[in-house]
């Protein structure tokens, strides 16, 4: 066979295998939010929307009265997750710009498999440390009956998003064009001055996508909230309060409730509402990231 025409063939099999995976995971994606919308459109015929999402009681095996209203999970959702935001975002971005541009070759050739190895830790033995390390610190230094609680799972879930943020701000700083620097030093400015100034607004788009990268890790973590924020059904007033977040109590309840009832039911559409939030959080990534770059551009 002429070698052009082979070449040509191998391209275009490369371009289908690569047209097929990204065509994979819009079906994997949709195949996902399909299974939760059908899963819980039933919940809604017995449950008005506005009250689930808005009322704060969730006890659906109440003898007395049976409640679903959800709002007080999705607010110590966001309670855990932008705490740990608060804790991980500049703590990243820091250690990303110190390997980046300030750390000898042979300090950053040991803090970085770390930070990697950081990533691999399993979810359960960072609640465990929760339960018996950062809880009996947290509640001595508060002042509170126990460590349980919203800063806990904040404190939690910050050490699992930074090995996100830190790899992809780190990435994000390195290839910033070297030209970049160099004109700012040969204009006088000092190197933290070039970082400050010149460096990391360069990288702004790569550590904002890290960053929400990040949320996305935070929101969407289970087993870790689950043992060490209390899950307490209360509306949260504090970070020193015990919280239920959604993603704990789908995992707490899902095993033991019985199927095909309105309680089954309305767990999925905990899962739905779940689903919809963390897309609308990649969704404004995204247009923040297009709107930054075209403003580059």
């Known amino acids: 066979m002429n070698p052009r025409i082979l070449r040509n063939l191998r391209e275009s099999a490369i371009r289908a295998f690569f047209f097929a995976n990204g065509v994979l995971a819009v079906i994997a ?21 506005d009250e689930f ?22 607010v110590s959702t966001l309670l855990v997750t932008f705490g740990a935001l608060l804790l991980a975002v500049p703590i990243g971005v820091g250690v990303a710009a110190y390997l980046s541009d300030v750390a000898h070759w042979r300090v950053r050739e040991i803090i970085k498999p770390i930070v ?19 809880s009996p610190v947290l509640a ?6 126990h460590g349980l609680n919203a800063l806990n799972g904040s404190v939690l879930l910050a050490i699992m998003a930074l090995p996100t943020i830190i790899s992809i701000s780190e990435d994000s700083l390195n290839a910033v064009p070297a030209a970049y620097s160099e004109a700012s030093l040969a204009l006088g ?14 990288a702004l788009s790569g550590i904002m996508a890290a960053c929400m990268l990040g949320m996305g890790r935070a929101i969407g973590e289970t087993m870790t909230v689950l043992m060490a924020t209390g899950n307490a059904r209360a509306f949260p007033t504090g970070l020193l309060q015990s919280v239920r977040t959604m993603t704990a109590n789908i995992a707490i309840e899902l095993g033991e409730v ?40």
């Open 189 to 202: 400015a000092t190197r933290w001055q070039t970082l400050l100034r010149v460096k990391i607004p360069a």
């Open 29 to 49: 994606l949709l195949g996902i939010f399909g299974i939760l919308l059908y899963t819980a459109v039933p919940a809604f015929r017995e449950i008005p929307i």
């Open 116 to 134: 990697e190895i950081l990533a691999g830790i399993p979810s359960v033995v960072v609640g465990f440390l929760g339960i018996v390390l950062f």
């Open 53 to 74: 999402l808005f009322k704060k009681n969730w006890d659906p095996t109440s003898p007395e009265k049976v409640e679903y209203g959800i709002l007080s999970q999705i």
């Open 258 to 297: 019985p199927y095909f009832t309105t309680h089954y039911y309305s767990l999925f559409a905990v899962g739905l509402v779940l689903f919809i939030m963390t897309f609308a959080v990649n969704l404004a990534a995204d247009v923040i990231l297009n709107k930054y770059q075209e403003r580059e551009q």
């Open 140 to 145: 001595s230094l508060f002042g509170t009956s």
